[in-house]
């Protein structure tokens, strides 16, 4: 029976997925790589605010962001040097061990006594979407498409389980351990993903791996890297507007609401309740924080691998635009606590786990260079370059126009309406590369 063909942890996987036989092992390291590497990085992101916060004040980290921006676009172009004169499983260890360089000599600086915090706020701002962007080009690269599509939301769990379970871990442990034992604990889980690289190559069987680029496909972005690939394709120039918008609507999204807080923590001291401003606005994203995360992971184990097979990624990237778009036209009409709350859990849940796990599929058609250069760019560049979106319209619509909550909201509501036209841009490109690789009869 077909069902001997599977393993142990195949058979499970198979109650809530769609696995093939040998393709669980593959799963689990690369499960098990992205949970590592989200862990990791959710500490040194814990440890990152009371370093420049100690020391400085919380206008530097407007500074720190802009930095960030400016620093990746000079380190885009030296990344597409080292794609150009590595190998893709070389890059992507290189790439881990060039951050863990790093980590250790803002551990011996900190431990010295040298005030790190400006330096590393900025440092972390690139790590994260470099080293995200990095381990998704390379899974992108290890399966095809077919196998990428169905496994991708289960490697997905590895990552949202890492980003849930960290912060509070790291939050519990910070008084008694300090910022530089945790800082040791998150290089050494760091360091145990670089074996995950060759293994996770190794266990993709052969009717799931990627297969080999054509000669003729263009091997990279020139001297710009990235930056040269992204505006001459017109698939990955989509996609990098498709990221802007992602996350300048959800930025303004988080500033309405936490405007809204604000107002409404005011409104209870003023009214007597006794309740402390500070402790308001912390019970409420306690809260807030606890039903996102919650629902974020039950829809990544339990929904978002069956959206996919039933829509397809090309119909899965217009979802979260299509949320926006109504949930701020109604908080734009209707701008009260209760509605505002539940539009940006709908829109956090479905951008952490359906979301993260379609954008990553974008690039499972596309060639070595598009998912390492031309994803890194995306996920590193023009992601930051819109939290700078979004802050100069922040800064603009508070001081020149005088918005408040209903006209940055009608903001959010045209920007989710562009957003939308951009997500349809994006599967019509993507539906395209499909039939060039893989023909039209293996569309979702």
Same mark, same amino acid.
């Given at each position: 029976?077909?069902?001997?063909? $599977?393993?142990?942890?195949?058979?499970?996987?198979?109650?809530?997925?769609?696995?093939?036989?040998?393709?669980?092992?593959?799963?689990?390291?690369?499960? !098990?790589?992205?949970?590592?590497?989200?862990?990791?990085?959710?500490?040194?992101? *814990?440890?990152?605010?009371?370093?420049?916060?100690?020391?400085?004040?919380?206008?530097?980290?407007?500074? #720190?962001?802009?930095?960030? @921006?400016?620093?990746?676009?000079?380190?885009?172009?030296?990344?597409?040097?080292?794609?150009?004169?590595?190998?893709?499983?070389?890059? *992507?260890?290189?790439?881990?061990?060039?951050?863990?360089?790093?980590?250790?000599? $803002?551990?011996?600086?900190?431990?010295?006594?040298?005030?790190?915090?400006?330096?590393?706020?900025?440092?972390?701002?690139?790590?994260?979407?470099?080293?995200? #962007?990095?381990?998704?080009?390379?899974?992108?690269?290890?399966?095809?498409?077919?196998?990428?599509?169905?496994?991708?939301?289960?490697?997905?769990?590895?990552?949202?389980?890492? !980003?849930?379970?960290?912060?509070?871990?790291?939050?519990?442990? $910070? &008084? !008694?351990?300090?910022?530089?034992?945790?800082?040791?604990?998150?290089?050494?889980?760091? @360091?145990?993903?670089? &074996?995950?690289?060759?293994?996770?190559?190794? #266990?993709?069987?052969?009717?799931?791996?990627? &297969?080999?680029?054509?000669?003729?496909?263009?091997?990279?972005?020139?001297?710009?890297?990235?930056?040269?690939?992204?505006?001459?394709?017109?698939?990955?120039?989509?996609?990098?507007?498709?990221?802007?918008?992602?996350?300048?609507?959800?930025?303004?999204?988080?500033?309405?609401?936490?405007?809204?807080?604000?107002?409404?923590?005011?409104?209870?001291?003023?009214?007597?309740?006794?309740?402390?401003?500070?402790?308001?606005?912390? =019970?409420?994203?306690?809260?807030?924080?606890?039903?996102?995360?919650?629902?974020?992971?039950?829809?990544?184990?339990?929904?978002?691998?069956?959206?996919?097979?039933?829509?397809?990624?090309?119909?899965?990237?217009?979802?979260?635009?299509?949320?926006?778009?109504?949930?701020?036209?109604?908080?734009?009409?209707? &701008?009260?606590?209760?509605?505002?709350?539940?539009?940006?859990?709908?829109?956090?849940?479905?951008?952490?786990?359906?979301?993260?796990?379609?954008?990553? @599929?974008?690039?499972?058609?596309?060639?070595?260079?598009?998912?390492?250069?031309?994803?890194? *760019?995306?996920?590193?560049?023009?992601?930051?370059?819109?939290?700078? @979106?979004?802050?100069? #319209?922040?800064?603009?619509?508070?001081?020149?126009?005088?918005?408040?909550?209903?006209?940055?909201?009608?903001?959010?509501?045209?920007?989710?309406?562009?957003?939308?036209?951009?997500?349809?841009?994006?599967?019509?490109?993507? *539906?395209?590369?499909?039939? =060039?690789?893989?023909?039209?009869?293996?569309?979702?």
């Amino acid at each position: 029976m077909r069902d001997e063909k $599977f393993t142990p942890l195949e058979r499970f996987l198979n109650r809530f997925y769609i696995l093939e036989p040998e393709e669980g092992r593959s799963v689990g390291v690369f499960f !098990s790589y992205a949970l590592l590497m989200m862990v990791s990085y959710y500490i040194l992101k *814990t440890i990152r605010e009371p370093l420049l916060l100690t020391g400085s004040s919380a206008e530097m980290k407007s500074y #720190a962001y802009a930095l960030t @921006a400016l620093l990746l676009l000079f380190i885009i172009p030296l990344y597409g040097l080292a794609f150009r004169h590595t190998g893709k499983q070389q890059l *992507t260890r290189y790439v881990t061990g060039f951050f863990l360089v790093n980590l250790l000599i $803002f551990y011996l600086l900190g431990r010295a006594g040298v005030d790190i915090g400006f330096a590393y706020y900025v440092w972390v701002g690139i790590f994260n979407v470099m080293i995200t #962007a990095q381990f998704w080009a390379f899974a992108a690269d290890s399966y095809n498409l077919r196998s990428g599509k169905r496994l991708f939301p289960v490697i997905m769990i590895g990552a949202t389980l890492g !980003s849930l379970a960290a912060p509070s871990l790291s939050g519990a442990l $910070f &008084p !008694s351990l300090g910022p530089w034992v945790l800082m040791l604990m998150a290089m050494a889980l760091l @360091a145990m993903t670089i &074996p995950c690289v060759g293994w996770a190559r190794a #266990a993709v069987p052969p009717g799931s791996r990627s &297969p080999v680029s054509s000669p003729e496909e263009k091997a990279h972005g020139g001297v710009l890297g990235g930056l040269a690939l992204v505006f001459t394709d017109r698939f990955l120039f989509v996609l990098a507007l498709f990221i802007l918008l992602l996350n300048w609507i959800n930025t303004t999204g988080e500033y309405i609401l936490a405007e809204l807080v604000v107002r409404y923590a005011d409104a209870a001291v003023a009214a007597g309740t006794g309740v402390q401003k500070s402790d308001f606005i912390a =019970a409420f994203y306690g809260n807030f924080f606890f039903v996102v995360n919650l629902l974020t992971l039950l829809l990544q184990v339990f929904a978002v691998a069956r959206i996919i097979q039933w829509i397809g990624i090309r119909a899965a990237v217009l979802v979260l635009p299509v949320i926006t778009l109504i949930g701020y036209g109604l908080v734009a009409f209707i &701008p009260i606590f209760s509605i505002i709350r539940i539009v940006k859990v709908m829109e956090n849940s479905t951008d952490y786990s359906l979301m993260n796990t379609t954008r990553h @599929a974008l690039y499972l058609p596309l060639t070595a260079a598009q998912k390492y250069e031309g994803k890194t *760019t995306i996920e590193a560049f023009f992601w930051r370059f819109g939290d700078l @979106a979004q802050a100069g #319209a922040i800064y603009a619509g508070l001081h020149w126009f005088r918005f408040d909550i209903e006209q940055f909201a009608l903001v959010n509501m045209v920007l989710s309406l562009l957003w939308l036209a951009v997500a349809w841009q994006v599967s019509r490109r993507y *539906t395209a590369y499909r039939k =060039a690789h893989l023909g039209i009869e293996e569309l979702a």
